[in-house]
């Protein structure tokens, strides 16, 4: 056994060091429209989502700067904050120090979220009588945990396999076109398509051996005749080849079937309702994918941030008993309408849409106006807020979190407020003499 002198420099990092413990960190979320030529927003804000773990540690071990890395960070910093949770950029730096950060901003939004006990949700397609009726109050449906088995899954065995079924998935190997952008679209063409022609061209040949075999046997079966032997791929001539490849040229639907098999694509959506049903489906059906509008999420529908399956349960408030709502929880307006943008809501640190419908949210010209939501309030401190009822949360295709929110009647906002002692609906009266 040879000494500790032997030891080659990698077995020796490895023993005394923890560096390696860290996972690597995710891509940072790409611009949304990258086709514009300036991006106001600025270059320090926080992100969709973390990209690095944020890391916290046991208090004893706090005040002495042990945080489980390679060296101790300094208590000045670390100590002097009332959310010890910090992140790490850069264990070695070029000038030899751990490069740190504070991760309060997503470790304070994920506790919020989680206060408020919403499930995650699949994000269902607005229908077109929605998109008519804007200004009507959505219809609340059963909303479908992200975490069900029709849609919660990424491989099926063989003998689930077809076509309906594998659009639910959520992750796919190939790209979804509609969110790239044009030089995004000939990259992949150059690099992913164009090796693959022939693999392509064989999976055509096994495509029209097996459509001539299908006629062929119609054939014999309208005329009494026996079977005839299947067709092989080797057996297709030239001629044959050639007119089936103009055919899946010409018409779009086919090729569009084949190509999105092949690639392994995430199916697209379909126009409006109406449309589908005078256009030949995609993929001949039309797909039940919950992502076929907006694409397939960039992570997990859930992205770690709930395992909740439900939030359908009653509370029971000690003295009022059951209640037909849930503790509303205060939005905050973050920016107001404008003539050419609508308000723009925070609900635990997500920026959201306001509840839809007729309410004080949307009144385009009140008789009196709203402070918050048609001026920027800046008499209230930490900005204008506002009790909503959060009955839904999906997972847009970015990353970034989006609550769904409803308005909520006054005694639940009353209840709210008794419970953080800003209001009191029974005093107690002190009888005297």
């Known amino acids: ?164 079924t594998i659009d639910r998935r959520w992750k796919f190997s190939g790209p ?14 150059k690099k992913n398509v164009w090796p693959r022609r022939a693999e392509f061209r064989s999976l055509l040949k096994d495509q029209l051996a097996q459509d001539l075999t299908a006629n062929q046997q119609k054939a014999a079966r309208d005329k009494g005749d026996t079977l005839p032997p299947p067709v092989k791929p080797q057996d297709v001539t030239d001629t044959q080849f050639m007119d089936f490849l103009r055919k899946v040229r010409r018409d779009r639907i086919l090729s569009y079937g084949l190509t999105s098999t092949f690639l392994d694509m995430a199916p697209l959506g379909h126009p409006g309702a109406n449309v589908s049903t005078v256009l030949l489906p995609t993929r001949g059906h039309i797909t039940r994918s919950p992502y ?64 839809a419908g007729n309410n004080d949210w949307n009144k385009r010209n009140p008789k009196q106006a709203m402070r918050g939501t048609d001026y920027l309030d800046t008499v209230t401190y930490g900005g204008g807020k506002d ?11 970015a990353g970034r979190v989006v609550p769904q929110l409803n308005v909520v009647d006054e005694e639940s906002k009353l209840i709210a407020k008794e419970m953080k002692g800003e209001k009191r609906i029974f005093e107690k009266v002190s009888h005297g003499e």
């Open 1 to 164: 056994m040879g000494s500790a002198s032997h030891t080659a420099p990698g077995a020796a990092l490895l023993r005394k060091s923890r560096m390696f413990s860290l996972p690597k960190p995710l891509p940072n979320p790409g611009k949304k429209n990258s086709y514009r030529l300036r991006d106001y927003r600025s270059s320090t804000s926080t992100k969709a989502y973390p990209t690095r773990q944020a890391i916290v540690s046991l208090p004893a071990y706090r005040d002495l700067g042990d945080w489980g890395l390679k060296r101790p960070f300094p208590r000045k910093t670390t100590l002097s904050t009332s959310t010890p949770v910090i992140r790490v950029n850069a264990i070695d730096s070029r000038e030899s120090i751990t490069d740190f950060a504070s991760s309060a901003d997503y470790w304070a939004s994920l506790e919020k979220f989680r206060e408020m006990n919403v499930a995650i949700s699949v994000r269902r397609i607005i229908t077109e009588y929605e998109h008519r009726n804007v200004n009507q109050r959505p219809i609340t449906l059963p909303r479908r945990s992200v975490f069900e088995e029709e849609t919660d899954f990424t491989y099926l065995p063989a003998h689930r396999y077809n076509v309906d």
């Open 176 to 189: 979804w076109v509609s969110r790239m952008s044009e030089g995004e679209f000939a990259r992949y063409l």
């Open 292 to 355: 076929a509008k907006n694409g397939p999420p960039a992570t997990h529908p859930s992205a770690g941030i709930s395992y909740l399956r439900t939030h359908a349960y009653m509370e029971n408030h000690p003295i009022y008993g059951p209640q037909r709502m849930r503790t509303p929880v205060e939005a905050r307006v973050i920016s107001p309408r404008t003539s050419s943008r609508k308000v723009r809501v925070s609900v635990a640190g997500f920026v959201s849409e306001p509840p």
């Open 387 to 397: 009790y909503v009822d959060v009955y839904s949360v999906f997972i847009d295709t």
